[in-house]
């Protein structure tokens, strides 16, 4: 069996069906480029197989049409083919997921090693990054699960995989990315190939659920109070399974979460996270990242998210889709991220959907847990103005100073706020409310201050709304926040 716990059942409720869905009884468009790239990577890349909606003859169906109907074309790039593999795998090995193996090993199995045997002579290599290390998941984890053929072959994949997870998760147990949703994936992929390794009798890696517990951790420093991700970089909510399920997952497998060193901080990710009731802050003082290919950064340097009472009230813009285009734009840009934008430029230079020419010198200077961090922050363009700030709690609440080394001649001070709460200016000052009743009150740096509508991506593929604040100040040279809490509504 794929797991020895319960997890596969709660993957595949095979007592929810949608047999009759006339949907499942039609191909499916799998070379439709009119339905956007995004939609048609998920579609290939099959996670949603493991759906309830799914019954076993159904979801024959749709890898049988896979076979028959794509032999060429965008499901055969790498990526896609990385995370197909792993789904059909997954298929494959729980119980009750498939109708009886008949069938199912004379039509995928085989199409499974063509798709291996392709993909292994197309690693990512050049892209690097988590494109590649989901190259070495798929081969590793098919090569322990599977017998015969390429598979001895593809064994040899483990030992490059091992050494590339020790090269892209940092100490702190950070992916190099910096995304907290990429993160999550992979924490799921990588108990996966521990749970095979274990399903099988395969001899056990250390390393691998040592890799795992230092994930678990370094997750839970950007994870809020409601359970759910920072959106750091190309994150968004929907996508991979929240920390508490990962973490059941983990624990089913004998894997326990493993904190960074200094609690909260995430050194070599540079990110940072502040707790003291009613507060949790999650800081970020990281240039695009990793330097090689920073794919997924955003002009987020020196910005931060925070809940109230367990409710999120400060949130980065989240993530549309990953291919160039206007949305693109607007979730990398500086003024989407709770920062100071200096002289109308931008942090670093984005161009196309995933290049980064200039960058910002970013960085921490201290962090003290639960009690204070600071962070730097020079601009591609602006190099001259260094920007200081200091996040720190008094017995007022958190206060917020920020520092020019040398004055911004124009700076735009950014507050954007998460889909729902609701903001009153009243002059320097402001009041937000939450849906369940929170309220804080803001005192505002020296500057003309309105309130802004603007788009933002909480799930991938879809648009909302939500209010921003945005100062207006010329040569400023410092700027302080106070952010203090007041008493709940009822």
């Given at each position: 069996?794929?797991l020895?716990?319960p997890?596969?059942?709660?993957?595949?409720?095979?007592?929810?069906?949608?047999?009759?869905?006339?949907?499942?009884?039609?191909?499916?468009?799998?070379?439709?480029?009119?339905?956007?790239?995004?939609?048609l990577?998920?579609?290939?890349?099959?996670?949603?197989?493991?759906?309830?909606?799914?019954?076993?003859?159904?979801?024959?169906h749709?890898?049988?049409?896979?076979?028959?109907?794509?032999?060429?074309?965008?499901?055969?790039?790498?990526a896609?083919?990385?995370?197909?593999?792993?789904?059909?795998l997954?298929?494959?090995?729980?119980?009750?997921?498939?109708?009886?193996?008949?069938?199912?090993?004379?039509?995928?199995?085989p199409?499974?090693?063509?798709?291996?045997?392709?993909?292994?002579?197309?690693l990512?290599?050049?892209?690097?990054?988590?494109?590649?290390?989901?190259?070495?998941?798929?081969?590793?984890?098919?090569?322990?699960?599977?017998?015969?053929g390429?598979?001895?072959?593809?064994?040899?994949?483990?030992?490059?995989?091992?050494?590339?997870?020790?090269?892209?998760?940092?100490p702190?147990?950070?992916?190099?990315s910096?995304?907290?949703?990429?993160?999550?994936?992979?924490?799921?992929?990588?108990?996966d190939?521990?749970?095979?390794?274990?399903?099988?009798?395969?001899?056990?890696?250390?390393?691998?659920?040592?890799?795992a517990?230092?994930?678990?951790?370094?997750?839970?420093?950007?994870?809020?109070?409601?359970?759910?991700?920072a959106?750091?970089?190309?994150?968004?909510l929907?996508?991979?399974?929240?920390?508490?399920?990962?973490?059941?997952?983990?624990?089913?497998?004998?894997?326990?979460?493993?904190?960074?060193?200094a609690?909260?901080?995430?050194?070599?990710?540079?990110?940072?996270?502040?707790?003291?009731?009613?507060?949790?802050?999650?800081?970020?003082?990281?240039?695009?990242?990793?330097?090689?290919?920073?794919?997924?950064?955003?002009?987020?340097a020196?910005?931060?998210?925070?809940?109230?009472?367990?409710?999120?009230?400060?949130?980065d813009?989240?993530v549309?889709?990953?291919?160039e285009?206007?949305?693109?734009?607007?979730?990398?840009?500086?003024?989407?991220?709770?920062?100071?934008?200096?002289?109308?430029?931008?942090?670093?230079e984005?161009?196309?959907a995933d290049?980064?020419?200039?960058?910002p010198?970013?960085?921490?200077?201290?962090?003290?847990?639960?009690?204070?961090?600071?962070?730097?922050?020079a601009g591609?363009?602006?190099?001259?103005?260094?920007?200081?700030?200091?996040?720190?709690?008094?017995?007022?609440?958190?206060?917020?100073?920020?520092?020019?080394?040398?004055?911004?001649?124009?700076?735009?001070?950014?507050?954007?706020?998460?889909?729902?709460?609701?903001?009153r200016?009243?002059?320097?000052?402001?009041?937000l409310?939450?849906?369940r009743?929170?309220?804080?009150?803001?005192?505002?740096?020296?500057?003309?201050?309105?309130?802004?509508?603007?788009?933002?991506?909480?799930e991938?593929?879809?648009?909302?709304?939500?209010?921003?604040?945005v100062?207006?100040?010329?040569?400023?040279?410092?700027?302080?926040?106070?952010?203090?809490?007041?008493?709940?509504?009822?």
């Open positions: 069996p794929w020895p716990t997890r596969a059942l709660v993957r595949v409720p095979v007592g929810e069906t949608a047999a009759g869905d006339p949907a499942l009884q039609r191909r499916f468009a799998w070379s439709d480029r009119g339905s956007g790239r995004l939609a990577d998920q579609l290939h890349a099959f996670a949603w197989l493991l759906g309830p909606k799914l019954d076993p003859e159904a979801r024959l749709a890898l049988v049409d896979w076979i028959s109907f794509h032999s060429e074309g965008v499901g055969w790039e790498p896609p083919t990385s995370r197909r593999v792993l789904a059909w997954k298929c494959l090995t729980t119980p009750g997921a498939l109708p009886p193996a008949t069938e199912t090993h004379g039509r995928v199995l199409s499974l090693a063509e798709q291996l045997t392709h993909l292994e002579r197309h990512e290599v050049e892209r690097g990054s988590e494109r590649l290390l989901w190259n070495l998941l798929a081969l590793t984890t098919a090569a322990t699960l599977l017998e015969g390429d598979a001895e072959r593809w064994r040899g994949a483990a030992s490059r995989l091992d050494r590339e997870l020790e090269r892209q998760i940092g702190d147990g950070a992916h190099e910096r995304c907290p949703m990429l993160h999550a994936e992979l924490i799921e992929g990588v108990l190939l521990v749970n095979a390794r274990r399903a099988v009798g395969a001899p056990e890696s250390e390393a691998l659920a040592d890799t517990a230092a994930m678990l951790g370094a997750h839970a420093v950007w994870t809020h109070p409601d359970g759910e991700i959106l750091l970089g190309d994150s968004a929907g996508v991979a399974h929240p920390l508490a399920r990962l973490a059941t997952y983990a624990a089913a497998l004998g894997v326990k979460a493993r904190g960074p060193a609690p909260g901080v995430l050194e070599t990710a540079r990110v940072v996270r502040l707790e003291r009731a009613p507060f949790v802050v999650i800081f970020t003082a990281a240039p695009p990242a990793p330097a090689c290919q920073p794919a997924h950064a955003h002009c987020d020196l910005s931060f998210e925070l809940s109230l009472g367990g409710e999120r009230l400060v949130s813009t989240g549309f889709d990953f291919g285009g206007p949305w693109r734009d607007h979730a990398r840009a500086t003024r989407s991220h709770a920062t100071v934008e200096v002289n109308e430029a931008e942090q670093a984005f161009w196309g290049r980064v020419g200039g960058r010198d970013a960085g921490l200077v201290r962090a003290e847990p639960g009690l204070c961090v600071e962070g730097v922050c591609w363009s602006t190099a001259e103005v260094l920007h200081r700030r200091l996040l720190a709690f008094d017995a007022g609440g958190l206060r917020i100073e920020d520092r020019f080394d040398r004055p911004a001649e124009r700076a735009r001070l950014l507050l954007p706020l998460a889909p729902g709460v609701e903001v200016l009243e002059g320097r000052s402001a009041r409310g939450t849906r009743g929170g309220r804080l009150h803001v005192s505002l740096p020296e500057a003309r201050w309105r309130v802004e509508r603007r788009t933002c991506f909480v991938l593929g879809s648009e909302g709304e939500r209010s921003v604040l100062g207006e100040a010329r040569k400023l040279a410092a700027a302080d926040w106070r952010l203090t809490p007041e008493e709940r509504d009822g």
